[in-house]
């Protein structure tokens, strides 16, 4: 049984679909060119909200013509509940109290239960860690203060993937955990 504050999570969208959007910390290494030399700076989320445009318009040419329709939920296979209800999931960008987040918008045919909502994080963090997001991190961004190389996952933090609602009530709090050194899905934490 779904509570309310879990559905409140999950709103209706104008076409009787259901918006879920899952947030999560960026990070992204900037090189730039000093006295001859290439020097790196590391850079969280709050360094690359001044870099949203040209981060979001990167998001945009790494679509392939097979995801133009379900995004990422092209490649699920793990629950067909899940698979059924989500129509599509994107990979997106937001900032949110000066916080550059990595975001997947996701449409639902109807409300996922909790569990589902658990599958569906951990897909999201197996394409951040390995599958689309381990290409996109391999992308020059250019910037007028230098390349950039963002990641939508690191194993640097303590790394969360929270709903919309979450996000409001923790807000910058995600980026700021210690280290974990787990693999991806194994013992990263999900709120709930």
């Not at 918006?19 to 910390?25: A, D, E, I, N």
């Not at 997947?104 to 994080?121: G, V």
């Amino acid at each position: 049984m779904q509570t309310n504050e879990f559905k409140k999570q999950q709103h209706q969208a104008p076409d009787n679909t259901i918006t879920l959007r899952l947030f999560s910390p960026l990070h992204a290494v900037r090189c730039e060119l000093q006295d001859g030399q290439e020097e790196e700076t590391t850079l969280d989320g709050k360094d690359l909200a001044g870099y949203e445009p040209e981060i979001s318009a990167m998001i945009d040419t790494q679509q392939l013509q097979s995801e133009k329709t379900r995004g990422l939920m092209v490649y699920f296979r793990d629950d067909q509940s899940v698979e059924n209800k989500v129509i599509s999931a994107f990979p997106s960008i937001e900032t949110y109290d000066g916080t550059l987040y990595g975001v997947l918008d996701c449409r639902l045919t109807e409300p996922l239960q909790q569990e589902e909502l658990q599958i569906l994080k951990e897909y999201w963090l197996g394409q951040m860690s390995d599958g689309w997001g381990e290409g996109f991190e391999q992308q020059e961004i250019p910037t007028d203060d230098g390349d950039i190389y963002v990641s939508f996952w690191t194993r640097e933090t303590d790394f969360r993937i929270v709903t919309e609602p979450e996000l409001k009530d923790t807000g910058p709090a995600i980026e700021q955990q210690k280290s974990q050194t787990e693999e991806p899905g194994m013992g990263i934490s999900f709120m709930q």
